[in-house]
């Protein structure tokens, strides 16, 4: 899901001082550092001097992150999808609540952390796609369908990607909870437990851990149930809140079961 | 006909409210040899007569009945370069939604896209309407499907339908035959009759084509063989 290193979030978009970020082929750096000229010289429009030759021309950056965590956690018969609402640029807080979740169906919820722009431009197209879905087929899109659609739209724009680390989660046509993790160009994998964004180094190991009991012997693999899960994930946002910046505010949950999809919402530490 | 002075050009209304070429696009389809379709409670049966200018012609290499995917396939009657241009438009049509959607492709998004393209046809500048009429049968997850699409652009979701030299006579024999609680079996027995009822000549296994679909989800022309065991039941 994140082979793409070079476009993993880089803390550099305003105002940090920039990780090492490996230059894209195409020409375009993500993350460069505004206003300090590129380590290789001469890579595409308005990307001018090197250090030692003459004047330096700012680049238009097109990317942000503005941070957030999303996860989603299948069951047998249910999955869940949450995010947190904050709004993250650079040392500030735009917004204490944004939503970065789409219900797409009754059974199929996406949310995305990355971007807000770039998200929310996703999301308007996707829904469009939806309806067009709906009007042509005269019935909802399926769990499959919807994850491939996604991954499709997200690879139309391998050239110039939408900045959005995305995690698809519903109950598919016989009824099992599933979900799928995206990169950032559609590359994408079905899975029992995924989670993206900022704090994703944080609680995808737990994930594995306690759901998929990764890395645990002989501990019996047992099905958590929709309410374990819930707690699980509050604990996983408490924990993430606490150590990563971007993550905090609000944690906004989505149950997806055959009854459709129910939201609770609940509040982290604002600082 | 005064009509025919609005024939010239295809954007061009008759002053009866008709588009000329697509009458005389009909007009071919109504030459070409008799296709039908019946629809039975789990299967489609598809059926041609293989009418060849010359007995010199090699007829295992004719190819009318044809699989568009797995669990979809479509007869014509008309011209058989023109259905050979929607049949790859078809074909990749489906394959471009299943790489979209994960999905095989439901029968009725399927038939209403090469509609849409039999209709651009008959609205764009410097080109003719297909000459052939299609009918385009599956069986997808809402059950067994039979279409019928012409030259226009209209599609009609039928029980059973013939197209082509006889089909009125087709059509009538089938409205007698026809019950709704038929099965594949029954279907192809009645298909066989009904291009026997208008055929000039013997009906053997090698001038004519059958093809099924049934529940098992797979399209598939019966061989030689198979047609002959048919047609000797139905004797």
């Known amino acids: 899901m994140d082979a793409l290193g070079l476009l993993r979030p880089a803390a550099s978009v305003s105002g940090l001082p920039a990780a090492h970020v490996p230059h894209a082929a195409s020409g375009f750096a993500l993350g460069d550092h505004a206003g300090r000229a590129p380590a290789a010289p001469a890579e595409g429009p308005g990307v001018v001097a090197s250090a030692s030759s003459g004047p330096l021309q700012r680049r238009f950056e097109p990317y942000q992150n503005n941070g957030g965590t999303v996860l989603a956690v299948a069951g047998k018969d249910f999955c869940v999808v949450a995010s947190d609402t904050r709004l993250g640029l650079g040392y500030s807080i735009p917004s204490r609540k944004v939503s970065r979740i789409l219900k797409m169906t009754d059974k199929v919820v996406l949310a995305s952390s990355g971007m807000q722009a770039d998200m929310m431009t996703l999301h308007k197209t996707l829904r469009m796609r939806l309806v067009k879905y709906q009007q042509n087929h005269q019935k909802d899109m399926s769990l499959t369908a919807a994850s491939q659609m996604l991954s499709n739209m997200l690879y139309t724009r391998r050239f110039f990607p939408y900045y959005t680390f995305n995690v698809l989660g519903g109950i598919d046509e016989k009824g099992e909870g599933w979900a799928y993790g995206y990169d950032a160009i559609g590359s994408h994998e079905k899975v029992s437990a995924v989670c993206s964004g900022t704090g994703q180094t944080l609680i995808q190991p737990v994930l594995d851990n306690q759901i998929e009991f990764k890395q645990q012997w002989g501990a019996p693999k047992v099905d958590l149930s929709l309410e374990a899960t819930v707690e699980l994930i509050r604990d996983a946002f408490t924990s993430a809140g606490e150590r990563d910046i971007y993550t905090g505010d609000y944690v906004e949950i989505c149950k997806i079961t055959k009854d459709g999809v129910e939201v609770e919402e609940f509040q982290l530490k604002f600082d | ?235």
Do not use: C
Not at chain 2, 27 to 37: D, E, I, M, R
Not at chain 2, 217 to 230: G, I, N, Q, S
């Open chain 2, 1 to 235: 006909m005064g009509e025919s002075d609005y024939s010239f050009s295809l954007t061009t209304f008759s002053p009866s409210g008709k588009l000329v070429q697509i009458e005389y696009a009909l007009n071919a389809v109504a030459a070409g040899a008799t296709s039908l379709g019946i629809k039975a409670k789990n299967g489609i049966v598809l059926a041609t007569e293989k009418r060849l200018p010359s007995p010199l012609m090699d007829e295992s290499t004719i190819d009318k009945v044809t699989s568009i995917t797995g669990n979809i396939g479509m007869v014509y009657a008309g011209m058989g370069p023109d259905s050979r241009v929607l049949l790859k438009k078809a074909r990749n049509y489906a394959q471009s939604y299943y790489r979209v959607y994960k999905e095989s492709i439901p029968v009725s998004q399927l038939v209403r896209q090469v509609a849409s393209v039999m209709q651009e046809f008959t609205q764009s500048g410097g080109v003719r309407p297909f000459g052939v009429s299609l009918l385009v049968a599956g069986f997808d997850e809402e059950g067994p499907h039979l279409y019928q699409v012409d030259p226009s652009g209209s599609y009609f979701a039928w029980k059973a339908s013939a197209i082509g030299k006889n089909m009125v006579n087709g059509k009538t024999f089938l409205e007698k035959r026809y019950s709704d609680d038929m099965e594949l079996e029954d279907a192809i027995h009645t298909a066989l009759l009904t291009i026997k009822e208008g055929f000039e000549g013997q009906v053997t296994e090698n001038n004519i084509e059958v093809g099924i679909v049934s529940d098992d989800l797979k399209f598939k022309k019966l061989t030689p063989a198979e047609v002959k065991d048919y047609l000797s039941e139905v004797e």
